[in-house]
């Protein structure tokens, strides 16, 4: 369980529905919740070496992803001081708390959605 002084706030406080809104707000953003599952797949991952394993993605889109990401405290990035310097992702302890989560995402998605094909590859 992560500790109470992780903990994030909600917006709709005293409803029933609350704690699934604002978990829904907190990854529902379409590249969100795939970069948490590569994180979670992968482990650390640098910028361009995380841009690989998400694809589809921009590299400006990405940047936008990871800052909104690590702003709700769910990724840490860290400065590794090699040669080059370089920047590695990873999963801070609330982050790695949505792996049930994903993980039920991708099995119910498995289950009730059909492949994706190249004409149309999104829901409606």
């Known amino acids: 369980m992560v500790e109470s ?13 609350c704690p699934v809104t604002s ?8 590249w969100h919740t795939v970069v948490l599952h ?3 797949a ?10 690989e ?10 940047s936008d992803v990871l800052e909104d990401l690590e702003s709700k405290h769910l990724i840490q990035r860290e400065i590794v001081n090699e040669k080059p310097v370089r920047v590695e992702y990873s999963l801070t302890e609330l982050g ?3 792996e ?5 995402m991708a099995a119910w998605g498995q289950e009730h959605l059909m492949p994706a ?5 999104s829901i409606a």
């Open 5 to 17: 002084t992780e903990q994030l706030a909600v917006w709709c406080a005293g409803e029933d529905w």
């Open 23 to 30: 978990t829904a707000m907190l990854i529902g953003k379409k």
């Open 38 to 40: 590569r994180l979670l």
């Open 42 to 51: 992968n482990g650390p991952l640098g910028f361009n070496a995380l841009k």
């Open 53 to 62: 394993e998400v694809g589809g993605i921009s590299s400006k889109v990405l």
């Open 96 to 98: 790695e708390s949505l």
């Open 100 to 104: 049930p989560v994903i993980q039920e």
């Open 117 to 121: 094909t190249d004409e149309s590859s």
